[in-house]
């Protein structure tokens, strides 16, 4: 299931891209049709949306932070690269990690201590530019790719107490829920920006549905699904599928230029997260250990 659903979501970037659109009307039709598909499945499974207001107050805090994700997340796409983009979108181990430390005083291990500096040294390689080709459009696309991977992060943290809290709705009526409110951000979002949600073209359209079914509702729903039964240790390395698959594409589809030296830098980058992510599993279970 986590396979398939790195699988299904390596392919969001490029569909953002392919279809030709705003970042806030890839946002909009994205959990649109994401939150609908997932109404039609919670009619099936008869979930209940029942729940308190703080319940709801919870998931309102999460559509906010994931719409931030999703909305900067599509502006990187269009200046560096699905590639790029999804890769830095991963970054957001590392701020979960500081977000551990600063606020609940949780260690930081020497993986993620080692591995920050191998991430940025391979996103250097990726980007391929000597120091004084280094321009505005670069700037900001990884600018944005960091901050989406920031919002990121506080998503996964609210969504994760959202989840274990009591009064809490089923992981499927809290994507339904999730997806449409994030489909109400993008709506005001375009009308804010002057964004257009006309669809271009039939090839856009499809490219947005396949955005939206996939990306959103069964990806999403694999993930969900299936990382509570693995062992952590094999559920962070597993979801790397999804950027070095989106890497991938970048190259084929899009002919992102693949010398050794952009590899090698993808590489390393990916790497790097692998070792934060595996080192702060290591060290949370030392903590849990020593709690009585």
């Excluded at 107490?161 to 709506?187: D, N, T």
């Excluded at 390395?237 to 002919?255: C, E, H, K, S, T």
């Amino acid at each position: 299931m986590v396979i398939g659903g790195g699988i299904c979501i390596s392919f969001s970037a490029t569909f953002v891209k392919a279809s030709g659109v705003s970042a806030a009307s890839a946002l909009f039709y994205r959990c649109f049709i994401g939150g609908i598909s997932l109404l039609i499945l919670g009619l099936f499974t008869r979930e209940s949306y029942r729940a308190n207001a703080k319940t709801y107050s919870i998931l309102g805090i999460v559509v906010l932070c994931f719409s931030l994700d999703l909305y900067f997340w599509h502006d990187s796409i269009f200046y560096v690269g699905p590639g790029m983009a999804t890769i830095l979108a991963n970054f957001h181990v590392f701020f979960i990690a500081l977000v551990g430390f600063f606020i609940f005083k949780e260690k930081l291990s020497s993986g993620l201590l080692i591995g920050l500096p191998f991430a940025f040294a391979g996103l250097w390689l990726i980007l391929g530019v000597k120091p004084a080709q280094v321009n505005n459009d670069l700037l900001t696309g990884v600018g944005q790719g960091l901050f989406a991977s920031w919002w990121y992060a506080l998503y996964v943290l609210v969504l994760r107490y959202s989840q274990r809290m009591r009064g809490r709705i089923s992981p499927i009526a809290s994507m339904a829920v999730i997806s449409l409110g994030c489909a109400l951000f993008g709506l005001g979002a375009c009308l804010a920006s002057g964004s257009s949600l006309t669809i271009p073209t039939a090839f856009s359209g499809l490219m947005l549905l396949l955005y939206g079914l996939t990306g959103q509702a069964l990806g999403g729903l694999l993930f969900t699904w299936g990382l509570p039964r693995l062992p952590a240790s094999l559920g962070g390395p597993l979801m790397l599928v999804q950027p070095a698959l989106a890497f991938i594409w970048d190259i084929l589809i899009f002919n992102l230029p693949a010398t050794s030296l952009t590899v090698l830098g993808a590489v390393i980058t990916l790497a790097a997260i692998y070792l934060a992510v595996n080192g702060q599993m290591r060290a949370g279970k030392t903590s849990s250990r020593k709690i009585p």
